[in-house]
Protein backbone atom coordinates (compact mmCIF):
# COMPACT_ATOMS: atom_id res chain seq x y z
CA UNK A 1 0.00 0.00 0.00
CA UNK A 2 3.02 2.30 1.20
CA UNK A 3 5.49 2.77 -2.01
CA UNK A 4 7.57 5.76 -2.34
CA UNK A 5 9.18 4.41 -5.44
CA UNK A 6 6.23 4.89 -7.49
CA UNK A 7 6.28 8.71 -6.26
CA UNK A 8 8.34 11.25 -7.87
CA UNK A 9 8.30 14.25 -5.25
CA UNK A 10 9.73 16.58 -8.03
CA UNK A 11 6.03 16.95 -9.27
CA UNK A 12 4.54 17.45 -5.35
CA UNK A 13 2.46 20.39 -6.24
CA UNK A 14 3.68 22.74 -3.55
CA UNK A 15 1.39 25.21 -5.08
CA UNK A 16 -1.77 23.03 -4.08
CA UNK A 17 -0.43 22.97 -0.71
CA UNK A 18 0.06 26.00 -0.12
CA UNK A 19 -3.35 27.38 -1.33
CA UNK A 20 -5.16 24.43 0.85
CA UNK A 21 -3.05 25.87 3.89
CA UNK A 22 -4.25 29.38 3.28
CA UNK A 23 -7.50 28.60 3.02
CA UNK A 24 -7.84 26.36 5.78
CA UNK A 25 -6.27 29.32 8.07
CA UNK A 26 -8.63 31.87 6.46
CA UNK A 27 -11.59 29.63 6.48
CA UNK A 28 -11.03 29.59 10.72
CA UNK A 29 -10.40 33.10 10.90
CA UNK A 30 -13.82 33.78 9.37
CA UNK A 31 -15.27 30.93 11.50
CA UNK A 32 -13.84 32.40 14.40
CA UNK A 33 -15.56 36.18 13.57
CA UNK A 34 -19.26 33.97 12.76
CA UNK A 35 -18.66 32.45 16.65
CA UNK A 36 -18.51 35.98 17.99
CA UNK A 37 -15.08 35.48 18.28
CA UNK A 38 -15.52 32.41 20.64
CA UNK A 39 -12.27 30.00 20.62
CA UNK A 40 -14.04 27.14 22.20
CA UNK A 41 -16.59 26.86 19.38
CA UNK A 42 -14.43 25.75 16.81
CA UNK A 43 -11.97 23.88 18.28
CA UNK A 44 -13.65 20.77 16.86
CA UNK A 45 -12.75 22.77 13.76
CA UNK A 46 -9.26 23.54 14.14
CA UNK A 47 -8.91 19.76 15.52
CA UNK A 48 -10.70 18.46 12.13
CA UNK A 49 -8.03 20.97 10.41
CA UNK A 50 -5.03 19.83 11.86
CA UNK A 51 -6.21 15.67 11.48
CA UNK A 52 -6.96 16.93 7.62
CA UNK A 53 -3.33 17.72 7.34
CA UNK A 54 -2.35 14.49 8.99
CA UNK A 55 -4.02 12.73 6.45
CA UNK A 56 -2.66 14.59 3.82
CA UNK A 57 0.89 13.33 4.62
CA UNK A 58 -0.62 9.62 4.74
CA UNK A 59 -1.86 9.64 1.93
CA UNK A 60 0.74 11.20 -0.22
CA UNK A 61 2.95 7.87 0.60
CA UNK A 62 0.22 5.94 -0.77
CA UNK A 63 0.41 3.75 -3.81
CA UNK A 64 -3.00 4.67 -5.41
CA UNK A 65 -3.00 1.73 -8.32
CA UNK A 66 -2.88 -0.80 -5.22
CA UNK A 67 -5.93 0.59 -3.26
CA UNK A 68 -7.54 1.44 -5.96
CA UNK A 69 -8.23 -2.88 -6.67
CA UNK A 70 -10.86 -3.46 -4.00
CA UNK A 71 -12.88 -0.68 -4.95
CA UNK A 72 -15.78 -2.64 -5.06
CA UNK A 73 -15.39 -3.39 -1.10
CA UNK A 74 -15.36 0.53 -0.93
CA UNK A 75 -18.15 0.90 -2.91
CA UNK A 76 -20.23 -1.80 -0.88
CA UNK A 77 -19.52 -0.26 2.80
CA UNK A 78 -20.40 3.41 1.17
CA UNK A 79 -23.73 1.70 0.12
CA UNK A 80 -24.21 0.19 3.41
CA UNK A 81 -23.32 3.55 5.60
CA UNK A 82 -25.88 5.35 3.79
CA UNK A 83 -28.24 2.96 3.52
CA UNK A 84 -28.06 2.64 7.23
CA UNK A 85 -28.89 6.13 8.02
CA UNK A 86 -32.35 5.32 6.61
CA UNK A 87 -32.79 4.02 9.78
CA UNK A 88 -30.66 5.41 12.35
CA UNK A 89 -29.62 9.24 10.81
CA UNK A 90 -31.58 11.88 12.46
CA UNK A 91 -32.03 15.34 11.76
CA UNK A 92 -35.57 14.97 9.71
CA UNK A 93 -37.13 18.03 12.05
CA UNK A 94 -34.19 20.34 12.18
CA UNK A 95 -32.95 20.15 8.78
CA UNK A 96 -35.60 18.64 6.54
CA UNK A 97 -33.45 15.75 5.88
CA UNK A 98 -32.12 12.47 8.20
CA UNK A 99 -28.70 12.87 7.50
CA UNK A 100 -26.88 12.58 10.45
CA UNK A 101 -25.41 9.23 12.65
CA UNK A 102 -24.67 9.97 16.19
CA UNK A 103 -22.06 7.33 18.07
CA UNK A 104 -22.76 9.17 21.63
CA UNK A 105 -21.44 12.85 21.25
CA UNK A 106 -20.09 12.00 18.09
CA UNK A 107 -21.93 12.84 15.04
CA UNK A 108 -21.21 12.74 11.55
CA UNK A 109 -22.45 12.84 8.31
CA UNK A 110 -22.42 9.75 6.00
CA UNK A 111 -23.40 11.22 2.85
CA UNK A 112 -20.17 13.77 3.15
CA UNK A 113 -18.04 10.61 3.42
CA UNK A 114 -20.03 8.83 0.56
CA UNK A 115 -18.68 11.71 -1.82
CA UNK A 116 -14.98 10.64 -1.65
CA UNK A 117 -15.75 7.36 -1.35
CA UNK A 118 -17.93 7.74 -4.63
CA UNK A 119 -15.42 9.87 -6.50
CA UNK A 120 -12.63 7.32 -6.17
CA UNK A 121 -14.85 4.03 -6.40
CA UNK A 122 -16.35 5.59 -10.23
CA UNK A 123 -12.79 7.09 -10.79
CA UNK A 124 -11.82 2.98 -10.91
CA UNK A 125 -14.84 1.74 -12.57
CA UNK A 126 -14.49 4.36 -15.45
CA UNK A 127 -10.70 3.20 -15.62
CA UNK A 128 -11.66 -0.07 -15.76
CA UNK A 129 -14.70 0.18 -18.82
CA UNK A 130 -13.14 3.25 -20.43
CA UNK A 131 -12.62 1.16 -23.60
CA UNK A 132 -16.55 0.59 -23.66
CA UNK A 133 -17.75 3.70 -22.61
CA UNK A 134 -20.25 4.61 -25.37
CA UNK A 135 -21.59 0.63 -25.26
CA UNK A 136 -25.31 0.74 -24.11
CA UNK A 137 -24.23 -2.29 -21.44
CA UNK A 138 -21.17 -0.40 -20.31
CA UNK A 139 -23.15 3.19 -19.71
CA UNK A 140 -26.80 1.10 -18.21
CA UNK A 141 -23.72 -0.38 -15.52
CA UNK A 142 -22.24 3.50 -15.03
CA UNK A 143 -25.56 4.95 -14.37
CA UNK A 144 -26.80 2.01 -11.70
CA UNK A 145 -23.13 2.35 -10.14
CA UNK A 146 -23.07 5.94 -9.87
CA UNK A 147 -27.24 6.78 -9.15
CA UNK A 148 -28.01 4.34 -6.56
CA UNK A 149 -26.00 6.25 -3.99
CA UNK A 150 -27.68 9.24 -5.28
CA UNK A 151 -30.87 7.33 -4.99
CA UNK A 152 -30.40 6.50 -1.30
CA UNK A 153 -29.69 10.09 -0.36
CA UNK A 154 -32.52 11.11 -1.81
CA UNK A 155 -34.66 9.01 0.29
CA UNK A 156 -32.97 11.07 3.00
CA UNK A 157 -34.22 13.17 1.41
CA UNK A 158 -31.23 15.50 0.66
CA UNK A 159 -32.05 16.97 -2.75
CA UNK A 160 -29.10 19.84 -2.17
CA UNK A 161 -26.46 16.94 -1.93
CA UNK A 162 -27.90 14.79 -4.35
CA UNK A 163 -27.38 17.78 -6.80
CA UNK A 164 -23.28 17.72 -5.47
CA UNK A 165 -23.43 14.47 -6.25
CA UNK A 166 -24.78 14.78 -10.18
CA UNK A 167 -22.69 17.58 -11.14
CA UNK A 168 -19.33 15.63 -10.17
CA UNK A 169 -20.26 11.90 -11.53
CA UNK A 170 -20.97 14.27 -14.47
CA UNK A 171 -17.73 15.87 -14.70
CA UNK A 172 -15.74 12.27 -14.82
CA UNK A 173 -18.19 10.83 -17.01
CA UNK A 174 -17.81 13.44 -19.51
CA UNK A 175 -13.80 13.27 -19.19
CA UNK A 176 -13.85 9.54 -19.65
CA UNK A 177 -15.19 10.09 -23.57
CA UNK A 178 -18.63 10.02 -23.44
CA UNK A 179 -20.07 10.70 -27.16
CA UNK A 180 -22.12 13.58 -27.54
CA UNK A 181 -25.20 11.23 -28.36
CA UNK A 182 -25.33 10.09 -25.42
CA UNK A 183 -24.81 13.23 -23.30
CA UNK A 184 -27.82 14.64 -25.48
CA UNK A 185 -30.18 11.68 -24.14
CA UNK A 186 -29.33 11.83 -20.83
CA UNK A 187 -29.55 15.71 -20.30
CA UNK A 188 -32.78 15.21 -21.65
CA UNK A 189 -33.66 11.79 -18.85
CA UNK A 190 -32.15 14.56 -16.14
CA UNK A 191 -34.36 17.67 -17.73
CA UNK A 192 -37.43 15.29 -17.68
CA UNK A 193 -36.49 14.33 -14.06
CA UNK A 194 -35.75 17.43 -12.68
CA UNK A 195 -39.00 18.97 -13.89
CA UNK A 196 -41.08 15.96 -12.13
CA UNK A 197 -39.01 16.71 -8.89
CA UNK A 198 -39.94 20.51 -8.97
CA UNK A 199 -43.13 19.83 -9.29
CA UNK A 200 -43.60 17.43 -6.79
CA UNK A 201 -42.05 19.62 -3.87
CA UNK A 202 -43.91 20.61 -0.98
CA UNK A 203 -43.41 22.00 2.16
CA UNK A 204 -39.84 24.08 2.69
CA UNK A 205 -38.45 22.54 -0.44
CA UNK A 206 -40.99 24.33 -2.41
CA UNK A 207 -40.34 27.61 -0.28
CA UNK A 208 -36.56 27.76 -1.59
CA UNK A 209 -37.54 27.40 -5.19
CA UNK A 210 -40.47 30.04 -5.00
CA UNK A 211 -38.31 32.13 -3.02
CA UNK A 212 -35.58 31.97 -5.82
CA UNK A 213 -37.75 32.95 -8.71
CA UNK A 214 -39.29 35.60 -6.53
CA UNK A 215 -36.91 37.29 -4.20
CA UNK A 216 -39.26 39.50 -2.78
CA UNK A 217 -41.06 36.47 -1.66
CA UNK A 218 -42.14 36.04 2.45
CA UNK A 219 -38.86 38.11 2.96
CA UNK A 220 -39.98 37.87 6.72
CA UNK A 221 -40.57 34.35 7.20
CA UNK A 222 -38.96 31.35 4.58
CA UNK A 223 -36.95 34.03 2.55
CA UNK A 224 -35.44 35.65 5.98
CA UNK A 225 -32.38 33.95 5.97
CA UNK A 226 -31.53 34.99 2.07
CA UNK A 227 -32.68 38.20 2.21
CA UNK A 228 -30.50 38.80 5.71
CA UNK A 229 -27.65 37.25 4.08
CA UNK A 230 -27.81 39.63 0.81
CA UNK A 231 -28.02 42.58 3.17
CA UNK A 232 -24.95 42.00 5.19
CA UNK A 233 -22.85 40.90 1.75
CA UNK A 234 -24.10 44.64 0.70
CA UNK A 235 -23.56 46.17 3.84
CA UNK A 236 -19.68 45.29 3.19
CA UNK A 237 -19.14 47.06 0.25
CA UNK A 238 -15.20 47.33 -0.91
CA UNK A 239 -13.88 47.14 2.20
CA UNK A 240 -16.11 45.71 4.76
CA UNK A 241 -17.18 46.74 8.50
CA UNK A 242 -14.23 45.33 9.99
CA UNK A 243 -13.21 42.16 11.60
CA UNK A 244 -15.93 40.83 14.27
CA UNK A 245 -18.22 44.25 13.51
CA UNK A 246 -20.47 42.84 11.52
CA UNK A 247 -23.81 43.82 12.63
CA UNK A 248 -26.27 41.35 10.41
CA UNK A 249 -23.48 38.42 11.34
CA UNK A 250 -22.78 39.83 14.80
CA UNK A 251 -25.95 40.61 16.15
CA UNK A 252 -27.77 37.00 15.18
CA UNK A 253 -29.99 38.37 12.13
CA UNK A 254 -28.51 35.81 10.15
CA UNK A 255 -29.85 32.11 10.56
CA UNK A 256 -27.21 29.43 9.89
CA UNK A 257 -24.27 31.74 9.62
CA UNK A 258 -21.50 29.58 11.02
CA UNK A 259 -22.13 26.92 8.24
CA UNK A 260 -24.02 27.29 5.02
CA UNK A 261 -24.52 31.58 4.53
CA UNK A 262 -20.87 32.40 6.26
CA UNK A 263 -19.91 34.04 3.11
CA UNK A 264 -21.89 36.24 4.38
CA UNK A 265 -20.03 36.98 7.09
CA UNK A 266 -17.49 37.20 5.10
CA UNK A 267 -18.32 39.64 2.30
CA UNK A 268 -20.27 42.09 5.56
CA UNK A 269 -16.71 42.34 7.48
CA UNK A 270 -14.08 41.89 5.51
CA UNK A 271 -15.62 43.33 2.38
CA UNK A 272 -15.52 43.25 -1.71
CA UNK A 273 -11.40 42.68 -1.28
CA UNK A 274 -12.04 40.24 1.23
CA UNK A 275 -14.02 37.45 -1.28
CA UNK A 276 -12.28 38.52 -3.52
CA UNK A 277 -9.30 37.10 -2.26
CA UNK A 278 -10.83 34.01 -1.49
CA UNK A 279 -12.37 33.49 -4.78
CA UNK A 280 -8.63 33.65 -6.27
CA UNK A 281 -7.53 31.34 -3.79
CA UNK A 282 -10.30 28.77 -4.63
CA UNK A 283 -9.92 29.43 -8.52
CA UNK A 284 -6.10 28.86 -8.01
CA UNK A 285 -6.56 25.41 -6.06
CA UNK A 286 -9.12 24.48 -8.77
CA UNK A 287 -6.47 25.51 -11.52
CA UNK A 288 -4.06 23.45 -10.17
CA UNK A 289 -6.21 20.02 -9.85
CA UNK A 290 -7.37 20.41 -13.46
CA UNK A 291 -3.63 20.57 -14.16
CA UNK A 292 -3.26 17.35 -12.32
CA UNK A 293 -5.90 15.99 -14.27
CA UNK A 294 -4.67 17.13 -17.31
CA UNK A 295 -0.89 16.23 -17.19
CA UNK A 296 -1.73 12.47 -15.70
CA UNK A 297 -0.67 9.70 -17.96
CA UNK A 298 -3.01 7.94 -15.41
CA UNK A 299 -6.46 7.77 -16.13
CA UNK A 300 -7.26 6.84 -12.74
CA UNK A 301 -5.85 9.43 -11.11
CA UNK A 302 -7.03 12.08 -13.91
CA UNK A 303 -10.44 10.59 -13.07
CA UNK A 304 -9.90 10.72 -9.78
CA UNK A 305 -8.44 14.29 -9.55
CA UNK A 306 -11.22 15.58 -11.70
CA UNK A 307 -14.21 14.43 -9.57
CA UNK A 308 -12.21 16.45 -6.69
CA UNK A 309 -12.28 19.50 -8.93
CA UNK A 310 -15.98 18.97 -9.89
CA UNK A 311 -16.52 18.41 -6.12
CA UNK A 312 -15.05 21.49 -4.55
CA UNK A 313 -16.24 23.75 -8.00
CA UNK A 314 -19.85 22.79 -7.00
CA UNK A 315 -19.57 23.47 -3.19
CA UNK A 316 -18.14 27.05 -4.19
CA UNK A 317 -20.75 27.90 -6.96
CA UNK A 318 -23.75 26.34 -4.88
CA UNK A 319 -22.90 27.92 -1.75
CA UNK A 320 -21.67 31.40 -2.57
CA UNK A 321 -24.80 31.19 -6.08
CA UNK A 322 -26.95 30.98 -3.52
CA UNK A 323 -25.88 33.97 -0.30
CA UNK A 324 -26.10 36.14 -3.54
CA UNK A 325 -29.80 34.93 -4.88
CA UNK A 326 -28.04 33.21 -8.33
CA UNK A 327 -29.04 29.52 -6.75
CA UNK A 328 -31.98 28.58 -4.32
CA UNK A 329 -30.88 27.91 -0.96
CA UNK A 330 -29.77 24.52 0.02
CA UNK A 331 -27.97 23.20 2.92
CA UNK A 332 -24.54 23.22 0.66
CA UNK A 333 -21.58 24.04 3.13
CA UNK A 334 -18.12 26.15 1.69
CA UNK A 335 -14.97 24.52 1.75
CA UNK A 336 -12.50 25.24 4.17
CA UNK A 337 -14.73 28.02 5.94
CA UNK A 338 -18.18 26.30 6.86
CA UNK A 339 -18.32 24.57 10.05
CA UNK A 340 -18.52 20.69 10.12
CA UNK A 341 -15.59 18.77 11.46
CA UNK A 342 -16.56 15.56 8.89
CA UNK A 343 -16.71 18.39 5.71
CA UNK A 344 -13.23 19.61 6.52
CA UNK A 345 -11.58 15.95 6.94
CA UNK A 346 -13.51 15.10 3.66
CA UNK A 347 -12.03 18.35 1.93
CA UNK A 348 -8.48 17.87 3.47
CA UNK A 349 -8.60 14.02 2.12
CA UNK A 350 -9.20 15.29 -1.21
CA UNK A 351 -6.22 17.15 -1.38
CA UNK A 352 -4.48 14.50 0.26
CA UNK A 353 -5.38 12.38 -3.19
CA UNK A 354 -4.64 15.12 -5.23
CA UNK A 355 -1.46 15.86 -3.95
CA UNK A 356 -0.56 12.02 -4.31
CA UNK A 357 -1.91 12.24 -7.38
CA UNK A 358 0.63 14.76 -8.49
CA UNK A 359 3.40 12.42 -7.87
CA UNK A 360 1.83 9.32 -9.31
CA UNK A 361 0.70 10.41 -12.84
CA UNK A 362 2.09 7.28 -14.80
CA UNK A 363 0.26 3.98 -14.90
CA UNK A 364 2.30 1.23 -13.64
CA UNK A 365 -0.32 -1.34 -13.68
CA UNK A 366 -1.78 -2.31 -16.99
CA UNK A 367 1.19 -3.88 -18.71
CA UNK A 368 2.53 -3.38 -22.07
CA UNK A 369 0.49 -0.13 -23.71
CA UNK A 370 -1.75 -0.94 -26.28
CA UNK A 371 -1.65 1.96 -28.78
CA UNK A 372 -4.84 0.82 -30.53
CA UNK A 373 -7.07 0.99 -27.86
CA UNK A 374 -6.72 4.65 -26.28
CA UNK A 375 -9.43 5.96 -24.70
CA UNK A 376 -10.92 9.69 -25.50
CA UNK A 377 -9.50 11.27 -22.36
CA UNK A 378 -6.10 9.72 -23.22
CA UNK A 379 -6.23 12.30 -26.31
CA UNK A 380 -7.80 15.23 -25.50
CA UNK A 381 -6.34 15.16 -22.02
CA UNK A 382 -3.24 12.88 -21.60
CA UNK A 383 0.20 12.93 -22.90
CA UNK A 384 1.36 9.89 -24.39
CA UNK A 385 2.38 7.37 -21.71
CA UNK A 386 6.10 6.66 -21.31
CA UNK A 387 5.12 2.94 -19.52
CA UNK A 388 8.10 1.89 -17.38
Not at 33 to 44: D, E, F, H, R, V
Not at 152 to 176: E, H, N, R
Not at 283 to 300: D, G, M, Q, Y
Request: a positive charge; hydrophobic letters at 50%.
Amino acid sequence: MFNLKKKNFKDFDIILLLVTICLSVYGLVVLYSAYGGNLSAIKTQIFATILGFLIIGALCTIDLDVIKKPYMIMYAGMIIMLISTLFLGRGLDEWGARSWIYIGSFSFQPAEIAKIILIFCLAAFLDKYKYSINSIKTLVLTILFAGFPIFLILLQPDFGTSMVYLFFIAAMIFIVGISWKWIGILLAIGLVVGIILLTNLSGFRADRIENFLNPNRDTSGSNWQQQQGMIAIGSGMIGGRGYLNGSQSQYGYIPEKETDFIFSVLAEELGFVGSIIMLVLFTILILRLVLIAKTSNNTFISLLVTGIAGLIFIHVFENIGMTIGLMPVTGIPLPFFSNGGTFQLIILSCVGLALSSSMQKTQYDDGIVDNNRVSPLEVTMVRPSKRK
